[in-house]
């Protein structure tokens, strides 16, 4: 629920201060790219209250439930966003109309299990995965597309798409290796222990590197995915999403 807790610190949840007008506004920015761009107006201004995730602190409630208490239309959202709601330590935030309204795409974006609701063609999707060679790194040591569906909400995925490099978790971290023959060795990271360095190459094969054969080493932190913000389009990011959430990519 939003507004599970009397303290509050995001511009979202609330209008326990003003009525819904019967005929409420429809969001006029809900886009993926006005998602993409709310994200990162989440990410400024909401995450250190309610987590990158939204999943909510000790500061914040937890915002992917889809269930506002305060607040049940996007037009009601909105007044939280840019009035706060008084009584608490959640602020009205100086968003300009556009901008906040992107916030509130976002916020709706967050809700878990949705996966299914994307506006999105899977049959067009597949295309688009096969199109970017996605298969090449997804089918061998990148992320299995199926469990991130289930763990994952809607604007998560969609975030991995357009800023992989924005949160990496240590589970996909990699390492690069230099031999003291002179090869050089990468491959996402498997395991380390006082002898040896284990890792998974690029082609899926297991690999393992005696720390007397190594010159140096690096950990990888970054993703080696590319970001595709640009290269798609929004209705091909949406046909992606569909055919990813659907469970049929490796």
């Not at 599970?4 to 609330?14: D, T």
């Not at 990271?189 to 690096?218: C, M, P, W, Y």
């Not at 595709?228 to 209705?235: M, N, Q, S, V």
Request: aromatic share 8%.
């Amino acid at each position: 629920m939003l507004l599970r807790a009397a303290v509050f610190a995001f511009p979202l949840l609330g209008l326990g201060f003003a009525q819904e007008s019967t005929t409420s506004l429809s969001n006029p920015f809900s886009s993926d790219a006005d998602r993409a761009d709310g994200e990162r107006i989440f990410l400024s201004q909401c995450a250190s209250c309610h987590a990158r995730d939204g999943r909510g602190t000790s500061a914040g409630p937890d915002l992917t439930t889809g269930s506002f208490r305060h607040a049940s239309s996007d037009e009601g959202l909105y007044r939280v966003v840019t009035k706060g709601i008084p009584g608490t330590t959640m602020p009205g935030f100086a968003l300009n109309s556009r901008s906040a309204w992107q916030l509130v795409a976002f916020l709706r974006s967050l809700k878990r299990g949705q996966g299914g609701s994307i506006a999105g063609n899977a049959g067009r999707g597949a295309a688009v995965f096969r199109a970017h060679n996605c298969a090449s790194c997804h089918a061998y040591w990148a992320p299995d597309f199926a469990r991130l569906a289930a763990r994952r909400t809607l604007s998560e995925l969609r975030g991995s798409i357009l800023d992989p490099q924005a949160e990496v978790s240590s589970d996909y971290w990699r390492v690069r290796i230099t031999t003291r023959d002179g090869r050089t060795l990468s491959g996402h990271r498997l395991n380390e222990d006082s002898h040896s360095i284990q890792f998974r190459d690029d082609k899926g094969a297991l690999r393992s590197v005696f720390k007397t054969d190594i010159a140096d080493a690096e950990i990888v932190r970054s993703s080696p995915m590319p970001s595709f913000r640009g290269k798609l389009t929004d209705a091909e990011l949406g046909d992606l999403l569909a055919f990813l959430i659907q469970g049929n990519a490796p």
